[in-house]
């Protein structure tokens, strides 16, 4: 695993997991999360004080992952892999009634942040004159239809392609890019206060009889970015139970639902979602 290592949306579920895998591989994280209280929580947590540090950060605005990327230089001098995982849920609802200002959040959150972190995390990484990582949290909803709302899912296609364009530009510098792709996984940002949608998919979808647990993507994640990965650039590695194997519709079960209210979901931010009934 690097050394030291930046992790966003780190105040919970997989980005929580992400840095305890650091800290427990004897690297220092900086925790980015844009609610406070989540974040000094993972602090607390993740222990290793000396190691651990948090910034409070809008993944969305440049100047935030500038700094944030600049606070891991600052305390631990240097930056080896840059985990861009933060992510709502956004937009929801018929495409026939989403607003433009929800889709483009939506957007802001889950790929101008990816985008951002790329660019300032290689930024340094090239001036260090050294190999890097950079891992994306993406979703097998951006693999194919049906795995999650329309805005959500056509962002996690563009972070997948985002990832491979970046890896073709940064091999030459030996900085990797790779994404996640993970499937139904136990968090709050998934289930949304009820758990047993997760179940649902497990027990009638999802072939693989385990329930999904962010520590099984932190997993994947750490790996991508240790030396055991060094020959593997640009992938969209799946970590799904075997959903896609199964050509999963997911969002079937809660569309009679969807069909009937549009609105945001802000996942872990502090944000309430803003919803609206038709």
């Known amino acids: 695993m690097s050394s030291v290592a930046v992790v966003t949306g780190a105040g919970g579920g997989i ?111 090239i001036g260090q004159g050294s190999t890097g990582a950079i891992v994306n949290t993406a979703s097998i909803a951006g693999l194919s239809g049906g795995g999650g709302p329309q805005a959500y899912s056509a962002a996690k296609a563009a972070v997948i392609s985002l990832t491979r364009t970046t890896a073709v530009e940064l091999a030459p510098h030996r900085i990797r890019v790779n994404a996640v792709c993970p499937g139904a996984i136990y968090t709050e940002l998934l289930h949304r206060g009820r758990p047993e949608l997760t179940d649902r998919w497990r027990e009638e979808i999802q072939p693989w009889p385990d329930r999904g647990r962010p520590e099984m993507i932190a997993e994947v994640a750490t790996w991508l970015a240790s030396d055991a990965a060094r020959f593997v650039t640009g992938e969209a590695v799946t970590a799904d139970g075997g959903l896609m194997a199964a050509a999963p519709r997911l969002m079937d079960h809660d569309l009679p639902h969807l069909q009937r209210m549009t609105g945001i979901a802000y996942g872990n931010t502090g944000k309430d979602p803003d919803v609206r009934r038709l």
């Open 15 to 125: 980005g929580l997991e992400i840095a305890r895998a650091v800290v427990a591989a004897g690297g220092s994280v900086v925790v980015g999360d844009l609610n406070p209280d989540r974040g000094r929580h993972a602090v607390a947590e993740l222990g290793a004080s000396d190691r651990v540090r948090f910034e409070r950060v809008d993944v969305a605005e440049e100047a935030d992952v500038e700094r944030l990327v600049d606070a891991a230089v600052t305390t631990f001098g240097r930056i080896d892999a840059m985990f861009n995982n933060a992510g709502i849920g956004g937009a929801f609802g018929p495409i026939t009634e989403q607003s433009v200002a929800d889709w483009d959040a939506t957007f802001a959150v889950n790929v101008r942040s990816v985008f951002l972190g790329t660019k300032h995390a290689a930024r340094q990484m």
